[in-house]
């Protein structure tokens, strides 16, 4: 690429990628919680990919392409999207979404969904700018009670 960014699907994933990934993680959420066994064990997961965005080797943005077969056919949902703040407004969010895009439908998923904060206005139009569109729907989330 000739603004030295590159968007692939990791295979490996050196310390320096996990400081790197730990470092953007407090930018996605501020109650997720690192672990580097948790992000290793997504190389070989059969159904979840990590995509990663690198300038110049450096890891600088992530997303995560989640597939699952059901009844009504090969679901996809994309997970854990950030782009590291020095770095935001490239496109390389944008480039991510499209990898992820390009892929699922290589793999004939049925659908691919994402869900994104009300509150993330900038981020709900780059999804929309690539074609996904919003649902009147609702998501819910069930969590085990605390003890």
Known sequence: MTDGISISIAERLTPSDLKRIEMLL??????????????????????????VARESGQVVGMATLVTAPLITGW????????????????????????????????????????????????????????????RNTNVLRFGPPSH
């Open 75 to 134: 679901h996809g949902s994309i997970e854990d999207v950030v782009v590291d703040q020095s770095t935001r407004g490239r496109g390389i969010a944008r480039r991510l979404l499209e990898a992820i895009i390009d892929e699922s439908e290589q793999r004939g998923l049925s659908t691919l969904d994402l869900t994104s904060r009300p509150s993330r206005e900038s981020a709900l139009r780059l999804y929309e700018s690539v074609g996904f569109v919003r």
């Open 26 to 51: 407090p930018q996605l959420s501020t109650t997720a919680r690192f672990d580097s066994e948790r992000v290793l064990s997504l190389l070989d997961a059969q159904n979840a990919d990590l995509f």
